[in-house]
């Protein structure tokens, strides 16, 4: 696919310059759905966790160039993030990075998480990634309504037991 210079097409320009990001000799648009897990799907993040994961998680990103975190939700057992990465990174060696250094900056923190990670080995070996092509603003509101349906799904099942 050959993307068309805006000079070449003036009617291009605004959306070139708002969508496609540049690289010295890359154009490019490459964004991704990615959802990660604890291992066991323990219920972890929560309260302080939680907010200390999302700092750290935008601290992490900050660190590789280019690299944008465009939505986070973090759940009690997993994190969905849309970002932005550069051709020049893989996704893999992105995630590995995340998922690395996060895990040694809670287990650094959060002694407690150690006792039940033994092994100091804090996420599931996978994660799922899918890119965002022309449905991103609806993968952006299914991100922001997943925490709103796993609350209303959770009251449910408290009021069975009452």
Not at 9 to 18: I, R, S, T
Not at 35 to 60: A, H
Not at 79 to 97: A, D, E, N, R, T
Request: hydrophobic share 30%; with cysteine; charged share 30%.
């Amino acid at each position: 696919m050959y993307l068309r210079s805006p000079e070449r097409y003036p009617g291009n320009k605004e959306v070139c310059n708002e969508r496609f990001k540049k690289l010295s000799h890359t154009i490019y648009e490459c964004k991704y759905h990615i959802v990660c897990c604890p291992k066991y799907r323990y219920r972890i993040f929560k309260d302080e966790i939680k907010e200390y994961t999302k700092g750290q998680i935008y601290s992490l990103c900050g660190q590789k160039d280019l690299v944008e975190v465009l939505e986070l939700n973090i759940q009690e057992d997993h994190i969905h993030l849309v970002m932005s990465i550069p051709p020049k990174y893989s996704v893999s060696s992105i995630m590995g990075f995340l998922k690395g250094k996060l895990a040694l900056r809670l287990f650094q923190r959060y002694e407690r998480l150690g006792k039940r990670y033994w092994g100091r080995h804090l996420w599931s070996r996978g994660y799922c990634v899918s890119t965002v092509g022309l449905n991103e603003k609806q993968i952006r509101e299914y991100v922001k309504w997943q925490e709103r349906k796993e609350k209303e799904i959770e009251q449910k099942q408290l009021s069975l037991f009452k």
